[in-house]
């Protein structure tokens, strides 16, 4: 992976202004549909739920402010 990941750098540097800004819009939907998707298994495999836990600990303790 190391020489592909070389490759899509050097091909991005060779990116017109346009092109990059098409990239960059893509990249951002695709890295935040992976996101999504790793949030989601981490949820439904249960290994939220420490954390969950403790936050709903610490509201209840009054140690939380509204955003």
Not at 25 to 33: A, Y
Not at 34 to 59: C, F, M, Q, V, Y
Request: charge should be neutral.
């Amino acid at each position: 992976m190391g020489n592909s990941v070389k490759e899509i750098e050097n091909a991005v540097k060779q990116l017109s202004e346009d092109q990059l800004q098409s990239f960059r819009e893509w990249f951002e939907r695709f890295d935040s549909k992976k996101w999504d998707e790793k949030i989601r298994t981490d949820s439904d495999s249960g290994k939220l739920n420490p954390l969950i836990s403790k936050a709903i600990e610490e509201h209840k303790a009054g140690k939380t402010r509204q955003l």
